[in-house]
C-alpha cells in the first residue's frame, strides 16, 4: 500500500454484532472521504461480505479472535484489506455460484458478489487476507 495514501484501521471481534460497527465505519468513510454515492453500495455490500466471511469461515465465530480492517484512500483507488486469523481456504478453487448444481445452495456467493461489485479482488496468505479495490473514476 502507497506510503503518501490516507490509512484508517479497525479491529472487530468476530461476532455478527461487528457488521453493524463495520456498517458505521463504511459510513463515517463515505462522510469523512468523500465517497460517491453510486461506489458507497458497492463498497458497503463487498467489504461487509469480506468480513462477513472473515467471521465466520476465517475465525469461525471465535470472538477472541479478530478481524483486521484497513482502508486505504489514494489518488486512484479506494482499497480495503480485511484479515482474519484463520487457516485460509482455497481461492483458487471456488465453485461457480451461478452453475445450476449450486443456484440452491445457502453458501458460496459472496467471493462471487465481491467480484461483481468491485474493480479488483485479490487474495493473499492462504486466502486469510482479502484486498478489494474501488477506483476513483
Do not use: C, W
Request: no cysteine; proline share 4%; aromatic share 8%.
Amino acid at each position: 500500500m502507497m506510503s503518501n495514501a490516507q490509512i484508517i484501521s479497525h479491529q472487530l471481534p468476530s461476532s455478527i454484532e461487528s457488521l453493524s460497527l463495520l456498517e458505521n465505519i463504511i459510513e463515517e468513510i463515505k462522510s469523512l472521504h468523500h465517497v460517491p454515492e453510486e461506489l458507497y453500495g458497492n463498497i458497503l455490500v463487498s467489504v461487509t461480505e469480506a468480513v462477513n466471511n472473515a467471521i465466520r469461515h476465517g475465525n469461525k465465530f471465535k470472538e477472541a479472535l479478530l478481524v483486521d480492517l484497513q482502508f486505504e484512500l489514494n489518488d486512484e483507488a479506494y482499497s480495503f484489506q480485511i484479515k482474519d486469523q484463520g487457516e485460509g481456504f482455497d481461492y483458487t478453487n471456488i465453485p461457480d455460484p451461478t452453475h445450476p448444481d449450486n443456484l440452491e445452495k445457502p453458501d458460496g456467493r459472496g467471493i462471487f458478489i465481491m467480484e461483481s461489485l468491485s474493480d479488483e479482488v485479490k487474495f493473499q496468505d492462504k486466502g486469510s487476507v482479502v484486498n478489494i479495490k474501488f477506483l476513483r473514476k
